[in-house]
C-alpha cells in the first residue's frame, strides 16, 4: 500500500507564506503526477497545483504567481511554496500522487488533509 502524509498547514496572516510537504511512502516503484488540490468550507475541491515527473506544472489561475510546486523524486515528497496568502486560501489541502507500485499496478492516492487558515 501507499501512504501520503502532508505537513505544514497552520494559521497565517493575510501575507504570510507557508510551505506544505506531502511525503508519500510504502511499496512505490515510482511516483508519476503530484498534486495538490483544497477545498474550502461548502466548496468543492479543487486543482491547486499539479507537477509530472519531468517537472512540468500547471496552475490554477487564483494561485499563479504565488504558489510553487515542487518536488523531490529521491525523497518522493513533494512541496507547495504558497506565498502572499489570503483568506481566500483558506482551505483543507489534500495531496494528491499517481504511484506505479510495480512496472503494471498503479492507483492514485490521497492524504488525509492539512488545514491552512488564513487569518488576521
Known amino acids: 500500500q501507499v501512504q501520503l502524509v502532508e505537513s505544514g498547514g497552520g494559521l497565517v496572516q493575510p501575507g504570510g507564506s507557508l510551505r506544505l510537504s506531502c511525503a508519500a511512502s510504502?511499496?512505490?516503484?515510482?511516483?508519476?503526477?503530484m498534486g495538490w488540490y483544497r477545498q474550502a468550507p461548502g466548496k468543492e475541491r479543487e486543482l491547486v497545483a499539479r507537477?509530472?515527473?519531468?517537472?512540468?506544472?500547471n496552475y490554477a489561475d487564483s494561485v499563479k504567481g504565488r504558489f510553487t510546486i515542487s518536488r523531490d523524486n529521491a525523497k518522493n515528497t513533494g512541496y507547495l511554496q504558497m506565498n502572499s496568502l489570503n483568506p481566500g486560501d483558506t482551505a483543507v489541502y489534500y495531496c494528491?500522487?499517481?504511484?506505479?507500485?510495480?512496472?503494471?499496478?498503479?492507483?492514485?492516492?490521497w492524504g488525509k488533509g492539512t488545514l491552512v487558515t488564513v487569518s488576521s
Open positions: 510504502g511499496s512505490i516503484f515510482s511516483i508519476n503526477a
Open positions: 507537477i509530472t515527473s519531468s517537472g512540468s506544472t
Open positions: 494528491n500522487a499517481y504511484v506505479y507500485t510495480s512496472r503494471v499496478r498503479s492507483g492514485s492516492y
